[in-house]
Nanobody, 119 residues
Framework: QVQLVESGGGLVQAGGSLRLSCAAS????????MGWHRQAPGKQRELVAT???????IYADSVKGRFTISRDNTKNTVSLLMNSLKPEDTAVYSC?????????????WGQGTQVTVSS
């Protein structure tokens, strides 16, 4: 069984910062790409950022220059530092990981954490 658990969401004023963290646990042999997605009310889920095992990153245009994704391969964690937050960043943020273990490989998702940015 594999589990991803996010933490760090909350309420922040526009211009503020938040750091999200996600920890993977369970019977894990390796984790390839990890990432963050978000879904705002009434909208489709969208990619925020991804990071490969070696550290290559991809960001959505809307967050470039403001958000930074990082990971710790020794701890099976991925983080998202969000600066200069805007009200339009309000959403449920979920982490993901492509995880290989005794069960094979699959993409797993966390349950999500709410981020609310007030104007």
């Amino acid at each position: 069984q594999v589990q991803l658990v996010e933490s760090g969401g909350g309420l922040v004023q526009a211009g503020g910062s938040l750091r999200l963290s996600c920890a993977a646990s369970g019977r894990i042999w390796s984790i390839d790409d990890m990432g963050w997605h978000r879904q705002a009310p009434g909208k489709q889920r969208e990619l925020v950022a991804t990071i490969t095992r070696r550290g290559d990153t991809i960001y959505a245009d809307s967050v470039k220059g403001r958000f930074t994704i990082s990971r710790d391969n020794t701890k099976n964690t991925v983080s998202l530092l969000m600066n200069s937050l805007k009200p339009e960043d309000t959403a449920v943020y979920s982490c993901s990981g492509v995880i290989t273990g005794p069960f094979g490989g699959a993409k797993y998702w966390g349950q999500g954490t709410q981020v609310t940015v007030s104007s």
